[in-house]
């Protein structure tokens, strides 16, 4: 997946029945950006990552990693691909009945052949980046919601994925646990160079780590802007790019 653009989406449509919910959605995700999906509530920024890894297809259109298709990509290639991938998806979906250290091994256990040895010092080592140093053998009922999200991200970074996606990262946090993961998304593009989607709605995460965007309208069922959303505040002349990116209140008219 050694490609500048590590995902592009081109001209995907995608139904549920009859029922169109997205189309003419086509972008690029630059290596090592954070690129965020931004929208309102019925926008389709869940149905378009569904799409992205595979758990939805598409109507019409492609998504490529590199230069593979991913949904013309026989099976083999296809799970090749999402082994590259991590997921953080909105409420974190750990095993309740397993401690912080069993939920980060499973894709370990289930996808490589290291030992229990080797696996231990993984699973400590991602608990470590995400600031979770002596929580192993927590339960997720036993930590708060933060570290929840900070748990479940180093599960989706236990097989050292090229692509990370958050769905909703800050959905149900408290705005002081928010800014915290919104740091660590940070640091994982500093550090490690991991190329990072985020599906999310909350301006002030947007605003503090995006480098670029896409903006989906739930009534066109499209995308109408692009771009830094920084820039698009300051220089959009759409009035819901900027009813959006002020919360409601109209940005003033660009001259």
Not at 13 to 40: D, P, Q, W
Not at 103 to 113: D, Y
Not at 154 to 171: G, K, N, T, V, W
């Amino acid at each position: 997946m050694s490609h500048e653009y590590p995902i592009s989406v081109r001209d995907i449509s995608v139904a549920y029945n009859s029922t169109r919910v997205l189309s003419g959605i086509s972008f690029s995700v630059k290596r090592g950006e954070i690129f965020v999906v931004m929208g309102g509530s019925g926008s389709g920024k869940s149905t378009l990552m569904k799409t992205m890894v595979g758990l939805l297809p598409p109507e019409g259109g492609q998504v490529f990693y590199g230069t593979t298709s991913f949904w013309e990509a026989g099976d083999d290639l296809r799970e090749d691909i999402l082994r590259r991938i991590g997921i953080l998806y909105q409420r974190g979906a750990l095993w309740s009945s397993m401690t912080l250290a069993e939920n980060v091994a499973l894709p370990l256990e289930e996808f490589t052949g290291l030992t229990p040895g080797e696996i231990r010092d993984i699973v400590s080592f991602k608990l470590a980046l995400v600031g979770l140093s002596g929580f192993e053998n927590s339960y997720p009922s036993e930590i708060s919601g933060g570290m929840m999200k900070r748990a479940a991200l180093a599960r989706a970074m236990a097989l050292d994925p090229e692509i990370l996606f958050f769905d909703e990262p800050s959905a149900g946090l408290d705005p002081v646990s928010a800014r915290l993961l919104d740091e660590l998304i940070l640091e994982l593009k500093e550090n490690l160079k991991t190329t990072i989607i985020v599906i999310t709605h909350d301006l002030e995460s947007i605003f503090s780590i995006a480098d670029n965007s896409i903006f989906l309208d739930s009534a066109l069922r499209t995308m109408i802007a692009s771009g830094n959303p920084k820039t698009l505040l300051e220089h959009s002349q759409d009035i819901r790019v900027r009813r959006f990116l002020t919360r409601g209140r109209i940005a003033p008219q660009v001259e």
